[in-house]
């Protein structure tokens, strides 16, 4: 650090789906948070990692309205253009989502609200689905394969890992349900 510097001063991450389990970045702390204004949705439709242009998957965003339980990251203040140059080039493959700040209330002692660095659905984007029926999704799910593997798989593995966490979603838990059968039925 230059005489005379500042240390630059932590910041704090919001994840919903992937990122609270396998955040992928060095972090000082990983804290249950609650934001208000938004919620979980598979609203995004996946030409990358979960699907193709051609047979698009669907993925998590966080959209308007209710509130969404996850993980807040405290990320060392040093640590800030390297962790945001690996959630951009994650989570910002085609622009699907606004890099935003939102508050979080930690689910600690006192909860303390922390502004948090978290990825918002760009509704004007191509890939917004919208609201779908838990039929529609199921439908949009099955059998969408990406560059980071299958779709099913990703709701299942985001079902499981939520539950260890102790955060519920019923439309999620109920998608979880349909797909276990079909991805564990013999070829």
């Not at 922390?114 to 984007?125: L, Q």
């Not at 838990?134 to 990406?146: A, F, N, Y």
Request: glycine share 12%; proline share 5%.
């Amino acid at each position: 650090m230059a005489r005379g510097a500042l240390p630059m001063s932590d910041f704090w991450v919001f994840g919903y789906g992937s990122l609270m389990w396998r955040p992928g970045f060095d972090h000082l702390a990983a804290v249950p948070a609650r934001l208000s204004g938004m919620h979980r949705s598979l609203c995004v439709y996946s030409w990358f990692h979960r699907g193709t242009k051609e047979l698009p998957g669907l993925v998590l965003g966080l959209d308007r309205g209710g509130a969404c339980r996850g993980m807040a990251f405290r990320v060392a203040g040093g640590e800030r253009a390297r962790v945001l140059d690996y959630l951009r080039e994650r989570e910002l493959v085609t622009s699907a989502y606004h890099e935003v700040e939102r508050p979080v209330r930690l689910r600690q002692p006192g909860e303390p609200e922390v502004a948090a660095i978290t990825y918002v659905v760009d509704r004007r984007h191509e890939q917004y689905a919208g609201k779908l029926t838990p039929e529609q999704l199921l439908e949009q799910i099955r059998g969408r394969v990406g560059k980071s593997g299958g779709n099913a798989e990703y709701v299942l593995n985001t079902v499981r890992h939520m539950k260890s966490l102790g955060v519920r979603d019923a439309v999620l838990e109920w998608l979880a349900e349909r797909l276990e059968g079909e991805v564990r039925r013999p070829a």
